[in-house]
């Protein structure tokens, strides 16, 4: 499939091989784009060269997004290594494990900053950074999940990021139109990832969208990088500013 050939990909939040932002890596780039991934840390590193490889990604990357460094350093090396590019996932999240259990009224000060600088406003700064190396056209994207929306139990200050995240996406996507840049989020059904393991209870989320959604079934990061691939080509190119759920309908129940 070429339905991205010719398309550069800038592909943020990998961890390992159960990742939602791996899936979506090896969709588009079977697909026909270029990848780059990034990794926080040396032993991140570790863990995404072997998978970077794997898809011949074009170059890999550090990039914490707590570092104003990082940030400044990553648009030149975007235009020594591509010039300009087309396409950025998001797939960046993190709260604290003290905050993603007990009461969210006990969240700290520090805790609340952190969930909401790493989640949130990364994709702003990321975003301010990047624009203008993105091609007319371009595709921005970050995952999101349904607890910015409702109250789920040990979610807390993560849905409260979400919730953040999601606000941003639409004044990001008011923003970046004039530019022909689209920028959406996909809000996912509980998957198996390094990230959901932190949240207390999460097998019981598994359970209740089985037993419960419409469609009977559990997602699968595979099924998230599909509707990646739709919203980096050019058949969403009128869709702007929008959550897109891929939760076998789960969101579209009352109690």
């Known amino acids: 499939m070429t339905l991205l050939a010719g398309k550069k990909a800038l592909i943020l939040g990998v961890a390992n091989e159960r990742s939602i932002a791996w899936a979506i890596a090896k969709q588009l780039k079977a697909s026909g784009a270029s ?8 032993a991140i590193e570790k863990r995404v060269n072997p998978l970077a490889d794997e898809i011949s990604a074009d170059f890999t990357f550090e990039l914490d997004v707590t570092n104003d460094e990082h940030l400044e350093r990553l648009p030149n090396l975007i235009k020594e290594r591509w010039g300009n590019f087309d396409i950025l996932v998001h797939s960046l999240a993190f709260a604290q494990k003290e905050d993603l259990k007990g009461r969210f009224v006990e969240t700290s000060r520090e805790g609340f900053k952190m969930a909401c600088d790493i989640s949130a406003y990364s994709l702003v700064g990321l975003c301010q950074k990047l624009h203008p190396l993105m091609n007319e056209e371009a595709s921005v994207m970050a995952m999101t999940y349904h607890g ?8 807390n200050v993560m849905g409260v990021a979400k919730a953040a995240l999601e606000a941003s996406i639409r004044y990001l996507a008011d923003d970046l139109g004039p530019q022909k840049i689209r920028v959406n989020a996909i809000s996912a059904g509980p998957i198996k990832t390094l990230a959901a393991s932190g949240i207390s209870g999460f097998r019981s989320m598994l359970n209740v969208v089985e037993e419960k959604a419409p469609l009977r079934e559990n997602v699968t990061a595979d099924d998230v ?18 959550i897109l759920y891929v939760d076998s309908g789960l969101s579209i129940l009352g109690i």
Request: no cysteine; glycine share 8%; net charge neutral.
């Open 35 to 42: 990848i780059a991934l990034s990794y926080m840390n040396e």
């Open 148 to 155: 910015s929306q409702k109250v789920l139990a040990n979610y």
């Open 225 to 242: 990088a599909g509707t990646a691939l739709y919203l980096g080509s050019e058949f969403s190119r009128a869709v702007t500013g929008q």
